[in-house]
């Protein structure tokens, strides 16, 4: 079964520190892989995704998620965070059976 | 461009009644999706459409129903209300570029109550 897995349900950075937002999948052959990010109250809004390519793939607000497939990761990262930023994300997987699974969400806390 | 309209934003229901929530996407997409979002859960999948006239259940259908007779909407429907389903319900669509699927685009949401 195809699944996502986020271990984390709680991150806190400083400010201007960099983040990571952990994400492993499985799946069936190739992986389309997504970061999402949720604002209280609001829709999940797309962040960036890996379809094939470059491993390392820039999204919005200077986010970037690194594709590893010996690893079955697909970690988020920011070089500096900001306040701003402190949301729910989700990771993502799209299936074979044209389903989009999302992992349990880990919450990004940013202390000023 | 609106995007993906969700309807209604908020609803109270009582045990046993039921009522349909609205989705209407105005980007042509083929692809339509209902999650319920809860607590420490994330999002699971109730039903999807890969087109007009097709649905397809999800991780967690039981208790709801949904229909596309039109490409822009998606309807998602609960004959029996129940407590378990008080949950943030959103809607999203999304297409797919040469058979490979692209991002989603989400609803605002539908915070339901059953009491």
């Known amino acids: 079964a195809q699944s996502v897995a986020q271990p984390e349900d709680q991150v806190n950075v400083a400010e201007g520190n960099p983040l990571t937002v952990k994400c492993t999948y499985s799946?069936?052959?190739?992986?389309?892989l997504f970061w999402y990010v949720q604002y209280p109250n609001r829709g999940l809004q797309f962040l960036l995704k890996?379809?094939?390519?470059?491993?390392l793939v820039k999204g919005s607000y200077g986010f970037e998620a690194e594709f590893n497939k010996s690893q079955t990761s697909f970690h988020l990262k920011k070089p500096s965070a900001l306040v701003s930023d402190s949301a729910l994300y989700f990771c993502?997987?799209?299936?074979?059976?044209?389903?989009?699974?999302f992992g349990s969400g880990t919450r990004l806390s940013i202390r000023p | 461009n609106a995007g993906v309209t969700q309807t209604p934003k908020f609803r109270v229901l009582k045990t046993g009644q039921s009522m349909t929530l609205l989705c209407a996407q105005d980007?042509?997409?083929?692809?339509m999706y209902w999650y319920r979002q809860d607590p420490g859960m994330g999002l699971r999948l109730i039903h999807y459409?890969?087109?007009?006239?097709?649905?397809a259940k999800g991780e967690v259908p039981d208790g709801y129903n949904v229909s596309r007779l039109k490409k822009q909407n998606f309807l998602l429907g609960l004959e029996s209300a129940a407590p378990s389903q008080t949950s943030v319900y959103f809607c999203?669509?999304?297409?797919?570029?040469?058979?490979?699927?692209?991002?989603?685009?989400f609803g605002q949401g539908t915070r339901l109550t059953v009491v």
């Open positions: 890996y379809i094939t390519g470059d491993n």
């Open positions: 799946v069936s052959g190739n992986p389309y």
């Open positions: 993502a997987v799209y299936s074979s059976a044209s389903k989009i699974i």
């Open positions: 459409s890969v087109g007009e006239g097709t649905t």
């Open positions: 980007m042509n997409h083929e692809y």
């Open positions: 999203a669509s999304s297409y797919p570029v040469r058979g490979r699927e692209t991002e989603a685009f």
